[in-house]
């Protein structure tokens, strides 16, 4: 069982930065693959990014490619997503998740465990 706590969100204005961080329970949280997906209002949740258990391999939505950068902490079991030039389209509901996923990384139904969300709003 994982456990995941997000924090980190907030608001800020367009063009500006937040690091959002996913704090993970459990002595196996290395072995997991680590994905953020987000939750716009009157949308479905969407893929933003994911990286491999090592590190070594990241992911990315095409919306935020090149902003938006994924990184882990496996000593502090701990997975970051680093979200600079912010603009308004990414305003949602941000979601860490855990699963053992080899083919399904950019899928929801590839991930076991989830986290609570945390809001990020991003003002014009």
């Known amino acids: 069982q994982v456990q995941l706590v997000e924090s980190g969100g907030g608001l800020v204005q367009a063009g500006g930065s937040l690091r959002l961080s996913c704090a993970a329970s459990g002595r196996t949280f290395s072995s997991y693959v680590m994905g953020w997906f987000r939750q716009a209002p009157g949308k479905e949740r969407e893929f933003v990014a994911a990286?491999?258990?090592?590190?070594?391999?990241?992911f990315y939505a095409d919306s935020v490619k090149g902003r938006f950068t994924i990184f882990r902490d496996n000593a502090k079991n701990t997975v970051y997503l680093q979200m600079d030039s912010l603009n308004v389209e990414d305003t949602a509901v941000y979601y860490c998740?855990?699963?053992?996923?080899?083919?399904?990384?950019?899928?929801?139904?590839?991930?076991?465990?989830w986290g609570q969300g945390t809001q990020v709003t991003v003002s014009s």
């Open positions: 998740a855990a699963g053992y996923t080899r083919t399904a990384r950019t899928r929801e139904y590839g991930y076991d465990y």
């Open positions: 990286i491999t258990w090592s590190g070594g391999n990241t």
